[in-house]
């Protein structure tokens, strides 16, 4: 009996939403063996290369927590909205928060075989950097006037 798309949607944001690295091995029972993943930093295929941005993310960022706000399921695909929430290990001790979005398509046992995260690199990463910040502010009122 396949999973139905509303509990595999459930099941995909309760582990995005406890996220932990240890519990990274569980993205085997949520993603498609062959899953495609692409957001603004990487596109990859497969459970071992998405295993693999996470473990990264966890190089890079402290306490790592994402926030769902909005889902939404129609037939295979589903549309998630989200708050990241996380700490910057080398540049700012301050909280930082992005947000996104993300669509998601379920095969038919109810995993994922498509993630596509939708969210602005230079307004909610790029800006927030010391060394970026002024340079991402001069071409943003350049690209406006």
Same mark, same amino acid.
């Given at each position: 009996?396949? !999973?139905? =798309?509303?509990?595999?949607?459930? +099941? $995909? ?24 993943? =692409? ?15 996470? +473990?990264? /993310? ?29 700490? /910057? =290990? ?13 669509? $998601?398509?379920?095969?038919? !046992? ?21 060394? $970026? =910040?002024?340079? /991402?502010?001069?071409?943003? +009122? +350049?690209?406006?006037?």
């Amino acid at each position: 009996m396949n !999973a139905s =798309k509303e509990d595999a949607l459930a +099941r $995909l944001v309760a582990f995005y939403e406890s996220i932990s690295e240890a519990a990274l091995p569980q993205l085997a029972s949520i993603y498609a063996t062959d899953a495609a993943f =692409k957001d603004p930093f990487n596109e990859v295929r497969g459970i071992d290369a998405i295993t693999a941005i996470f +473990r990264h /993310m966890y190089q890079q960022v402290n306490q790592p927590r994402f926030v769902v706000t909005t889902r939404v399921l129609q037939g295979d695909d589903a549309f998630i909205t989200w708050d990241f929430n996380f700490y /910057m =290990k080398r540049f700012s001790a301050a909280p930082q928060t992005i947000r996104g979005a993300t669509h $998601l398509r379920f095969d038919s !046992a109810g995993r994922v075989c498509l993630h596509r995260d939708y969210w602005d690199a230079a307004e909610e990463l790029y800006e927030k950097l010391p060394l $970026l =910040k002024g340079l /991402m502010r001069w071409l943003r +009122r +350049r690209a406006a006037s």
